[in-house]
């Protein structure tokens, strides 16, 4: 992920001259996949101790693909970055894809709850073959 310094160049403008025109929420989760961003650059290079299943993380990556290509096309950094982070919050950081507490509409809403994450999304687009909700580890609400 260090192979995009253009686009990260790109975030960091955006975030340093956000003038409070941008709505909120994509705010929050431009700020939630930076800081993951920033997290997985200062990873030691230890593998974590515990197994990821491979197909899994194939998968996901074809589902992530597939949906960038629909909603994102042509924009390969935006893509490389945000399966990087796709795949480090899901795997490695065990955390939402989307950020907790921001509410995304009036009915879908990410929250924390102990040591768990709950989406009040989550059953309505779990069999959505073009969502990520079934990667994500937020339990349905």
Not at 112 to 131: A, H, Q, T, V, W
């Amino acid at each position: 992920m260090e192979d995009i310094p253009g686009y990260i160049a790109e975030i960091e403008r955006a975030r340093r001259s956000s003038d409070g025109r941008s709505a909120a929420t994509l705010r929050h989760l431009g700020d939630y996949n930076y800081s993951a961003y920033r997290e997985i650059l200062d990873l030691d290079g230890t593998a974590p101790d515990f197994e990821i299943d491979p197909l899994v993380v194939e998968e996901f990556e074809r589902t992530l693909h597939r949906y960038l290509d629909t909603y994102a096309p042509g924009r390969e950094d935006l893509k490389k970055y945000i399966v990087g982070v796709s795949l480090y919050l899901t795997f490695i950081a065990k955390r939402p894809l989307h950020p907790p507490g921001v509410p995304f509409s009036d009915e879908i809403r990410v929250e924390r709850k102990r040591d768990s994450y709950y989406c009040s999304g989550k059953r309505r687009f779990l069999n959505d073959p073009s969502s990520c909700c079934r990667f994500c580890v937020c339990r349905p609400e």
